[in-house]
């Protein structure tokens, strides 16, 4: 029996979730809870001070409070804050006073932006700490426009940038946020050339033949995203 292709294992390696569509819901399979590696307390911490929550009359294990916030928080910074109920989530989170007091570490310079721009957007409650006023301060005037317009542009679904190369550039810089270590930039690097989107209908186990392939359909799809660029 073959085993896994090539572009599978390296779709595991470099990414960290899966989109799985359905006729009534999509879900996210997670192997990783976060893109940037090493920026997340391991799993079996994480599920040693999980809670559970009901769902239709199910217990159900999630994160505790803390660890929601500082994963929304993270979420909504690597999607740029584009989404609106993403930022909702997080100030949901943050206004629960329970949240804050199972904090076991500070929030990352990209969590406190999107606490920040949550209590600016959907104003602060009486439940949040003090860092939640620190956070919404620190919101600049550039960031703050950028933000608000694109919750209002923002198309319905994700769309590809029409020049190449932009969302590794956006990753190294929400990985320098993050305080990642520098080998992140060679896994982001690799996920940009050869992303699921390319790799997918390649069932090879073999690296060169699925690879040349895949570079190939990626220059093709680049110089047709170039030539569309160049005409609007």
């Known amino acids: 029996m073959p085993g896994p292709s090539w572009a599978w294992r390296h779709l595991v390696r470099t ?59 993270g979420h909504a910074a690597k999607d740029r804050w584009r989404w609106m109920r993403s930022l909702l989530d997080v100030h949901v989170l943050a206004a629960r006073r329970n949240t804050w007091l199972s904090a076991d ?10 606490v920040g721009l949550a209590v600016r957007m959907f104003g602060r409650t009486s439940t949040m700490p003090s860092i939640a006023d620190k956070a ?13 317009r694109d919750q209002v542009m923002t198309a ?18 929400g990985a320098a946020r993050t305080g990642a270590s ?3 930039g060679a896994r982001l690097l690799s996920r940009s050339a ?20 895949a570079l190939a359909k990626r220059v093709g799809d680049v110089i047709v995203r170039l030539r569309r660029s160049e005409g609007s």
């Open 194 to 213: 050869l992303p699921p989107w390319v790799t997918a209908e390649f069932t090879s186990t073999n690296a060169i033949s699925t690879v040349s392939s």
């Open 156 to 173: 319905p679904a994700h769309q590809p940038f029409a020049v190449p190369g932009i969302n590794f550039l956006l990753g190294l810089r």
């Open 15 to 73: 990414g960290n979730e899966l989109l799985l569509n359905g006729s009534s819901t999509d879900i996210d399979l997670h192997w990783h809870l976060v893109p940037t590696r090493g920026t997340f307390p391991d799993f079996d911490t994480l599920w040693g001070r999980h809670q559970d929550v009901h769902v239709d009359g199910h217990p159900t294990p999630t994160l505790s409070g803390y660890d929601a916030l500082a994963h929304s928080a």
């Open 182 to 184: 520098p080998i992140e």
């Open 105 to 114: 570490r500070r929030l990352r310079a990209d969590e406190l932006l999107s």
């Open 136 to 148: 919404a301060d620190a919101v600049g005037p550039e960031l703050w426009r950028h933000v608000c």
